[in-house]
């Protein structure tokens, strides 16, 4: 298939998810949710005709922009982002009704992040054709998985007599998690371990065709999902197997971003007659959790610092440990009443730690870390750059910039592949 057809196919089905992710949250997420008209006020839909044109015509923007984007790199990015957090703040604006402040201040973030994506983009190679082939690599990170695999078994034999839980009914053992009072360390090694390692090494394994090792990684990611109830882990070994496969078929980017927008409309559709037939909500309740609530949870961020109230100042991040943060809990907690852990990364998180300033610094700082390890990623395998950035992207819609560099390996694997490439140069096998 030729380049300009493939990029038709691009341009049709960013539209068809923008169009299908609307009708979705109208006919989908908000009849099941319909009994929440509170903290996160799924279940109000409240149309807003003059909030639906600006968006609309903001997201004819983007989606010229993607279009017209060159480098696959970026492209793969700023693509996954559009998925799984534009569109759904771009629907929640008109379908929720949301305030003119709030529709300002998302446009303000989202124009910034896609700017400076296409700046840097413009700074880079468009092409990637460097494979990087080390055998030491696959010693160091075979190590690395064992080492991981000791610390996941020895916490959870000696905090839960190694529970294995068969349930997604997780938070009373998510409270009990979070009532262990575990090392700092170990609780942010954890974290590390669960969303960002042990997906590499699952990655690795796929692709080194070690199939018996990746469902080894698979039953070591469980122990820990059984251990501290995040299903996001379990979600990130689906990713990770999916982009595998669909790699191993399409061998193409840009094919696959393609086949991902058209698959989630599919999903969309099945998901709503699965509910309205057989009352089965379970995958609409996955992709609800998935899509619109990270962005329904940045939004109640916005509507509490728009009070007035004192912005974090990054003192609910690792650096609470050394300065006081101006609210008496984790405010994850604090903002939801202590109900529930409303995490949330991108605008939510920028507007809370440095209100309108960081609708501008927060976009150039995550862009300018993609920016950095492209030439880490640049020097793998193709579905391994496109997972990594998969994986990336997923844990920070959910947590702060600086929880994601520290606890969620991005500059642990810089520094480390930085290490690894630099041995090579040196002559090392």
């Known amino acids: 298939m030729s380049q300009s057809k493939l990029k038709k196919y691009f341009l049709w089905s960013l539209l068809f998810y923008k169009v299908f992710f609307d009708l979705a949250y109208a006919f989908l997420f908000v009849p099941i949710f319909s009994y929440d008209n509170g903290f996160y006020g799924t279940g109000i839909l409240m149309f807003n005709n003059l909030n639906f044109i600006i968006t609309s015509l903001f997201c004819i923007v983007i989606i010229y922009v993607l279009f017209n984007l060159k480098n696959t790199y970026y492209l793969t990015i700023l693509t996954i982002i559009y998925i799984f957090a534009f569109i759904p703040s771009m629907s929640i604006l008109f379908l929720k009704n949301e305030s003119l402040s709030i529709v300002i201040i998302t446009l303000i973030y989202w124009a910034a992040f896609f700017s400076f994506g296409v700046l840097f983009s413009k700074k880079l190679p468009k092409k990637i054709n460097e494979v990087f082939s080390f055998r030491a690599f696959k010693y160091i990170s075979f190590l690395f998985?064992?080492?991981?695999?000791?610390?996941?078994?020895?916490?959870?034999?000696?905090?839960?007599?190694?529970?294995?839980?068969?349930?997604?009914?997780?938070?009373?053992?998510?409270?009990?998690?979070?009532?262990?009072?575990?090392?700092?360390?170990?609780?942010?090694?954890?974290?590390?371990?669960?969303f960002v390692f042990l997906p590499f090494t699952f990655m690795n394994f796929l692709l080194n065709k070690q199939f018996l090792f990746a469902?080894?990684?698979?039953?070591?990611?469980?122990?820990?999902?059984?251990?501290?109830?995040?299903?996001?882990?379990l979600?990130?070994?689906?990713?990770?197997?999916?982009?595998?496969?669909?790699?191993?078929?399409?061998?193409?980017?840009?094919?696959?971003?393609?086949?991902?927008?058209?698959?989630?409309v599919f999903v969309f559709i099945f998901s709503y007659f699965l509910?309205?037939?057989?009352?089965?909500?379970?995958?609409?309740?996955?992709?609800?959790?998935?899509?619109?609530?990270?962005?329904?949870?940045?939004?109640?961020?916005?509507?509490?610092?728009?009070?007035?109230?004192?912005p974090l100042l990054l003192r609910d991040s690792i650096f609470r440990y050394f300065f006081k943060s101006p609210y008496p809990t984790v405010f994850s907690?604090?903002?939801?009443?202590?109900?529930?852990?409303?995490?949330?990364?991108?605008?939510?998180?920028?507007?809370?730690?440095?209100?309108?300033?960081?609708?501008?610094?927060?976009?150039f700082l995550i862009n300018f870390v993609f920016f950095?390890?492209?030439?880490?990623?640049?020097?793998?395998?193709?579905?391994?750059?496109?997972?990594?950035?998969?994986?990336?992207?997923?844990?920070?819609?959910?947590?702060?910039?600086?929880?994601?560099?520290l606890?969620?390996?991005v500059l642990s694997f810089y520094f480390l592949f930085s290490i690894l490439i630099l041995l090579k140069k040196l002559g090392l096998r």
């Open 275 to 310: 509910d309205k037939y057989l009352q089965f909500s379970t995958p609409a309740i996955f992709l609800y959790r998935s899509l619109p609530l990270p962005q329904l949870i940045s939004n109640q961020y916005l509507k509490f610092f728009l009070m007035g109230n004192e």
């Open 215 to 233: 469902f080894f990684n698979f039953f070591v990611g469980f122990v820990q999902y059984s251990l501290n109830g995040h299903k996001s882990i």
């Open 407 to 409: 606890s969620f390996g």
């Open 145 to 194: 998985f064992i080492f991981n695999t000791l610390i996941i078994f020895f916490t959870s034999f000696y905090y839960t007599n190694f529970r294995l839980l068969f349930s997604f009914d997780v938070y009373i053992f998510r409270e009990e998690f979070f009532n262990l009072n575990l090392p700092i360390l170990l609780n942010y090694y954890l974290l590390f371990c669960g």
């Open 235 to 264: 979600f990130v070994y689906i990713i990770v197997l999916s982009l595998f496969i669909v790699f191993s078929i399409l061998r193409n980017p840009f094919k696959s971003l393609i086949f991902i927008n058209s698959s989630l």
């Open 333 to 363: 907690f604090y903002i939801t009443g202590g109900d529930s852990n409303a995490n949330n990364g991108l605008i939510g998180d920028a507007f809370a730690n440095f209100l309108y300033l960081g609708l501008i610094v927060y976009p």
């Open 372 to 405: 950095k390890i492209y030439y880490i990623f640049s020097k793998f395998n193709i579905f391994f750059m496109f997972s990594f950035i998969f994986i990336l992207i997923w844990n920070l819609l959910n947590a702060s910039f600086f929880t994601w560099l």
